[in-house]
């Protein structure tokens, strides 16, 4: 069997059930597919020196969903014998001493902590990820979770945990070209995560197919399991940001109803006016939490990026007074959405401007800003990788994330022109 590190981990576990394969196996070919392609990816910031030994001990008829499968994590998000470094010079040498319960429960399910993943600056500002996009190392593949989206992406790992506080996972799925949920915040803990802005950072999910998310869906107890309609009905919004997407997200979204047409009743939404102030209400929070999640880095010298202490003196202005009238209208703007898009089983909207841009900066956020601030699960769904990959985000109402997972497998084939540029890579 070839190219074992191109397995989803839906088929994997199949053929380790089957006695085909062994976690042992499987962990050994990804190492080496992250020896020869990370040096131009440059996707992790550490390695687990046990992976193999780890895998060698579990028996391919473990009954367990995850059992013998690599994943990686965001490197904000504490683990127990991995650095935890938050790409920060301030914690280079930080050691946790238990893993956040988001990576507990996957070490429960089976899986091998293959390692930490390449970040934004506490998921915040301050230094780059050094990642570059699968399809073209030239460009960004995102931020802040690129080396997450990357490593799936580019067949280091078949599963990564991100986190979202703006736009953090649904876009570099969107540049790498993968499958990734933003699931409606609360749904996975966040303690021992890097916070940011606490109601908003939401832990999110890469994989390979939208079986594998529907897999993890089961582990972190999502809710919602309904079964969508055969005919579902969508709303296709362009969002009041139409003036910033690119010409080929434009053309994207205009050939969509065309594709979509043979199986679901589509239809244009526009988001009322006053909802037109949601990214601005977004950065207020993000912002105005940031400030009390960053306060205390004003004291640890000058390997403190200027961009935390512009966070913690509040140099954007917003006073407290003001998040807390955000809150109200965002609490507003929620249940007006879910009233707007109740006759729909889905809201499709550009999971970022367009391609993904050239050098390391994380990209814009304001596409994907919106939906986080109304804490609402959205899944990228890859649709073209012509040129680079790009795709578009299923948004639904909160509390409906296996739902839209399964809604995103039923529709993706008729909205697809040809998988990610990354995932049909045969000559590398």
């Known amino acids: 069997m070839t190219d074992l590190f191109r397995l989803d981990a839906t088929s994997a576990r199949a053929l ?132 997450s989206a990357a490593a799936v992406a580019d067949f280091h790992v ?107 009743d589509v239809d244009w939404l526009d988001l009322p006016e006053e909802m037109a102030d949601l990214d601005a209400l977004h950065r207020c929070v993000l912002l105005s939490e940031g400030a009390a999640a960053f306060r205390n880095l004003r004291h640890r010298g000058p390997l403190v990026h200027d961009d935390f202490i512009a966070r913690a003196d509040r140099r954007e202005g917003h006073s407290a007074r003001q998040m807390f009238e955000a809150y109200d209208r965002l609490a507003d703007h929620r249940r007006a959405f879910e009233t707007l898009a109740a006759p729909y089983d889905a809201v499709i909207a550009p999971s970022a401007p367009g391609f993904a841009p050239p050098g390391r900066t994380p990209g814009n956020p304001k596409f994907n800003a919106l939906w986080t601030a109304m804490q609402l699960p959205c899944i990228h769904v890859p649709v073209s990788a012509d040129l680079l990959p790009l795709g578009v985000q299923l948004v639904a109402a909160r509390a409906q994330d296996r739902r839209l997972i399964r809604l995103a497998a039923q529709i993706a084939p008729a909205m697809a022109l040809s998988r990610p540029a990354a995932m049909e890579r045969k000559d590398d």
């Open 16 to 147: 380790m059930r089957d006695g085909r394969l062994t976690p042992r196996d499987l962990t050994r070919a990804c190492l080496a597919r992250i020896a020869e392609r990370d040096g131009e990816i440059r996707a992790w910031l550490s390695l687990n020196p046990r992976a193999e030994a780890e895998a060698s001990a579990i028996a391919a008829s473990d009954p367990r969903p995850l059992a013998g499968i690599p994943v990686g994590i965001k490197d904000v998000i504490d683990t127990a014998d991995l650095p935890t470094t938050h790409n920060s010079p301030l914690y280079s040498t930080r050691r946790p001493s238990d893993d956040a319960p988001c990576v507990e429960l996957l070490r429960a399910a089976g899986a091998i902590i293959l390692g930490k993943t390449d970040t934004t600056e506490f998921a915040a500002a301050g230094r780059n990820a050094v990642t570059g996009c699968p399809a073209d190392p030239s460009r960004t593949a995102g931020g802040s979770s690129a080396g």
């Open 158 to 264: 078949p599963l990564a945990l991100g986190t979202q506080t703006g736009g953090s996972t649904i876009r570099p799925a969107a540049f790498c070209g993968v499958p990734a949920i933003k699931p409606s915040w609360g749904m996975i803990s966040a303690e021992g995560v890097k916070l940011y802005a606490a109601s908003l950072d939401t832990v999110g999910l890469y994989a390979r197919s939208y079986a594998d998310l529907d897999l993890l869906g089961d582990v972190y107890g999502f809710p919602g399991g309904e079964t969508p309609p055969a005919r579902p009905r969508l709303a296709l919004c362009r969002t009041p940001y139409v003036d910033e997407l690119a010409p080929e997200m434009l053309a994207l979204l205009e050939v969509l109803p065309e594709r979509l047409a043979p199986l679901a």
